[in-house]
Structures are given as C-alpha cells and as structure tokens.
C-alpha cells in the first residue's frame, strides 16, 4: 500500500522559510519521480516542482529561483525547501509519486502553508 506522509507546514511571514517533508512507503522510492503540487483554496492544483530518480528537477516559473526541490533515497523522502515566501504561496501542499514510465500519480494527504503579510 502506497503512503506519503507530508509534514512541515504551518503559518509563516512573508518572507519566511519553511521546509517540508514526504515520507514514503509502499514504493520502490528510487523509481519513482517524486514531485511538490499546491492548490490555493478557488484554485485547481498545480505543479511546483518535480525531481526524477536522477536527481533532475522542474520547477514552476512561480517558485524558481525560491524553492528547492531535493530527496534523500535512503530515507525514503522528498523535501521541499521554501525561502522568501510570498503570501501567495498559501496553499495545501501535496507530494507526489509517480513511478518512472507510468502514469498513475500517487498523492499525499496534504499539509497547509499559510503565508501572512
């Protein structure tokens, strides 16, 4: 059974940094592109940043240049380093597997950043 456990949000200041974690299990996790969505509440979902099992990455032009996107495959998680947080970063932020060549998306259950001015 796939799970990914996000954790690390909160309420943050513009400005600020945060840096979130996605626990995985259930997956052969270096096979995997492993990835960061968000969505605003009125707003669809929508990609941040992506890092495939090569350790390449993609990135939204919204977040480049701020965000980093990195991952530890001994310990089976993601991260998501956020700096010079914008309160239009406030969203539920979800992780994402996506094993390489498929197109089945496993996602997380979400945790909230909340960015106040």
């Known amino acids: 059974q796939v799970q990914l456990v996000e954790s690390g949000g909160t309420l943050v200041q513009a400005g600020g940094s945060l840096r979130l974690s996605c626990a995985a299990s259930?997956?052969?996790?270096?096979?995997?592109?492993m990835g960061w969505y968000r969505q605003a509440p009125g707003k669809q979902r929508e990609l941040v940043a992506t890092i495939g099992s090569g350790g390449n990455t993609n990135y939204a032009d919204s977040v480049k240049g701020r965000f980093t996107i990195s991952r530890d495959n001994a310990k089976n998680t993601v991260y998501l380093q956020m700096n010079s947080l914008k309160p239009e970063d406030t969203a539920v932020y979800y992780c994402s597997a996506r094993r390489v060549g498929a197109t089945v998306i496993n996602w997380g259950q979400g945790t909230q950043v909340t960015v106040s001015s």
């Open positions: 259930g997956i052969r996790f270096s096979f995997n592109v």
